[in-house]
């Protein structure tokens, strides 16, 4: 029977992963051990027998998951971390320190319950524990499941030099991954150079890449180093390698397996040691299948492909309530930061006009979100971003798509404005009095909780109905 260890300050958290790998994944025998702090953790981790920890990051305490980490690596325990803010710079962290994966809040109970089979295997198979992994703060944002399978991605690419194929739509962010995947690599410190292959013409483009001799062409007054040259030791980055030429990728594809370039015009070969990630907003495999785009060297680029969801396509659901989670908050309120940090001046989303921008489909992706906010903070009527002032085209797209537009007001309007027989002050004050007039026979002592005198309360009952004004009674 394998012995799990679950840390979290919630007790319900405990108990709910109590109940969930009691059942046993796969049949696995599990007996679950649970604390509620970072001390009683370490006492029992101490006390040793464990071969699996699941530990959430924030504890609230002095100590954190990352802490509990550090101490049950030693003693060979594999360690999941979870995170209600699941980030790329807290992924990074925790595999650098030798976690076995993590997830964020809230879970998919059948992906966690996989998840802990396979550390439980590694960790009967295992003989030492990883060795750590350098880390590179980054600003890539979101939570979703989907962005968490690109942090793993990135994560495990850390010390690794093979070729990577970023996919996904235009704005999406693939450059962002391109450079994230370099500053957590070996090459962090070394040259980062990006391209847009489609941006020029094959000549160009040949010539920005490999470089080019004396001569070789009209205007090549003197030799020029190609950027695969520039980049030696470091990082090349292709955005959109799906608009090449079919000559440009045979020499890309010689580049890629030679480890060599070949300016134009020229006959020495240069050797580089490059680290070569592209990028394409098409799908290259149907290019291959309709012959458009190389089959070897889709094959050489791809070697790791990450795919880069569609903003529309961030978001999960709480399997316990049922709420659907997006990024979209996430990411408006990253790039709200940013403009407050530029502009010198604070700006907030109202929780209605956030509401419309969660409904809207985003198509222009990440790009467009950091457009629209930078529209927003410059043409708003004040530091509060309204519903009103939501730009008319995503009015469109949700009118179009027969999106409910959410209301523009706020809450508490809405509950007053349901009602239909809101009830006048006067109204509400004569309802008071009578309750006190019920419960308190003697005017004296009615005055003395109202905080007035006799006269005014005298006074206040004619006006209200309730008496003829005379101190009698009292």
């Known amino acids: 029977m394998a012995r799990v260890l679950v840390v979290d300050d919630s007790q319900e ?20 051990v ?39 690596k030693p003693l060979g325990v594999e360690t999941i971390l979870l995170t209600g803010f699941g980030t790329l710079e807290k992924a990074l962290e925790a595999v650098r320190e030798g976690a076995f994966d993590f997830l ?51 994560a495990s690419l850390q010390n690794s030099r093979t070729t990577v194929l970023i996919s996904g739509e235009s704005g999406t962010g693939k450059e ?18 990006a391209i847009n292959c489609g941006a020029l013409t094959e000549t160009l483009l040949e010539s920005e ?61 240069v050797k580089v040691d490059v680290r070569v990630i592209a990028a394409s907003n098409r799908e290259l495999a149907q290019m291959v299948k309709a012959g458009t785009f190389r089959e070897d060297l889709f094959y050489r680029l791809s070697v790791v492909e990450i795919l880069v969801p569609a903003v529309r396509d961030r978001w999960s659901k709480d399997e316990n309530t049922g709420k659907v989670i997006s990024d979209v908050p996430l990411l408006l309120n990253h790039f709200l930061e940013e403009t407050c940090q530029k502009d010198g001046r604070t700006y907030i989303i109202r929780p209605e006009a956030m509401r419309v921008l969660e409904r809207y489909n985003w198509p222009g992706n990440v790009r467009e979100m950091g457009n629209v906010i930078e529209h927003l903070t410059q043409l708003s009527r004040g530091r509060e971003i309204t519903a009103e002032d939501i730009p008319e085209k995503i009015r469109e797209d949700l009118r179009i798509r027969n999106v409910e537009l959410p209301s523009t007001q706020s809450p508490l309007m809405e509950l007053i404005e349901g009602w239909d027989h809101l009830p006048t002050l006067e109204e509400l004050e004569r309802r008071y009095i009578q309750v006190l007039l019920k419960h308190e026979h003697r005017k004296s002592r009615v ?18 109905g309730l008496a003829d004004g005379t101190e009698e009674g009292v």
């Open 13 to 32: 958290t405990c108990d709910l992963l109590e109940l969930l790998l009691g059942q046993g994944p796969d049949g696995m025998d599990l007996e679950v």
């Open 34 to 72: 649970k604390a509620t702090g970072p001390q009683e953790a370490i006492e029992l981790l101490n006390k040793g027998g464990f071969e699996l920890m699941l530990s959430d990051i924030n504890l609230e305490a002095d100590q954190d998951g990352l802490d509990l980490l550090r101490i049950a």
């Open 104 to 154: 964020s809040k809230p879970w998919n109970n059948e992906e966690l319950k996989a998840l802990v089979k396979r550390a439980i295997v590694r960790r009967h198979s295992r003989k030492s524990p990883e060795s750590g992994r350098r880390a590179q703060r980054s600003v890539m944002v979101g939570s979703s499941p989907r962005m968490m399978d690109v942090y793993r991605t990135i």
């Open 176 to 193: 962002l991954v391109a450079r994230t995947i370099h500053q957590s690599s070996d090459r962090k410190d070394k040259p980062f150079v």
């Open 209 to 269: 890449l490999f470089g080019h001799v004396k001569g070789s062409f009209t205007g090549a007054i003197s030799d020029k180093k190609g950027l695969f040259e520039e980049a030696s030791d470091g990082t090349i980055f292709l955005d959109e390698v799906g608009e090449t030429s079919p000559s440009f990728q045979v020499r890309l594809l010689r580049v890629l397996q030679e480890q060599e370039v070949r300016r134009v015009g020229g006959n020495k070969t």
């Open 447 to 464: 005055a003395e909780i109202l905080g007035k005198d006799r006269t005014t309360l005298y006074r206040k009952l004619k006006d209200l």
